[in-house]
């Protein structure tokens, strides 16, 4: 976002500023988590390499082991173990898919403290689905956000006026009490 832009819609350096300095904030914030999904696209590709090459050498080996009854048994038990550890790093996986999305989704949703958010959602309603998109978030988030508004960030209202904006028109009890002794 551009000052210029902002001068061009007529708003004044205070309100610009205010601007500025909100979107420098969600900037950072997008900063932060950009650099732990490349983190994860990272160990995602490093993982996939390394169980293309598990799976190499395991049919290199039962190639070789033919006839030898012994080996033959190995290979499988280490076809089933390498099948259980790739289910369970696929697991991982897509609860860290899972995971990202929903903290993206709750700074989006200007939650204060995402943690305490999340606290307080069925993590079992939520699915992210082929495009990456959370399903089952909207209507728990509202819920939340109408029993515990206080844990969203609302921004600055500016039209509060509150009534009475005379100042009080009660008197000092002790200065009552002090003149009457005089």
Do not use: W
């Not at 495009?131 to 209507?139: A, E, F, M, N, Q």
């Amino acid at each position: 976002m551009k000052r210029d832009l902002l001068k061009g819609m007529n708003l004044t350096e205070d309100q610009i500023d205010k601007i500025m300095k909100v979107n420098g904030t969600d900037i950072e914030a997008a900063k932060a988590t950009a650099g732990d999904v490349e983190a994860i696209k990272q160990e995602n590709d490093s993982l996939k390499a390394q169980l293309a090459d598990r799976s190499k050498d395991i049919t290199v080996l039962k190639k070789q082991a033919k006839g030898n009854d012994d080996l033959q048994s190995q290979l499988q038990s280490l076809q089933d173990k390498y099948t259980k550890e790739t289910e369970k790093l696929t697991d991982q996986l897509a609860q860290t898919k899972l995971n990202g999305a929903l903290t993206n989704a709750l700074t989006s949703a200007k939650a204060r403290n995402p943690k305490t958010v999340e606290a307080l959602l069925d993590m079992d309603k939520l699915k992210l689905d082929d495009d990456g998109k959370l399903t089952g978030l909207d209507d728990q988030l509202d819920a939340i956000k109408k029993d515990n508004a206080f844990l969203f960030d609302k921004g600055t209202q500016s039209d509060y006026e509150p009534g009475g904006g005379n100042g009080s028109s009660d008197q000092d009890q002790v200065q009552a009490m002090v003149d009457a002794f005089k």
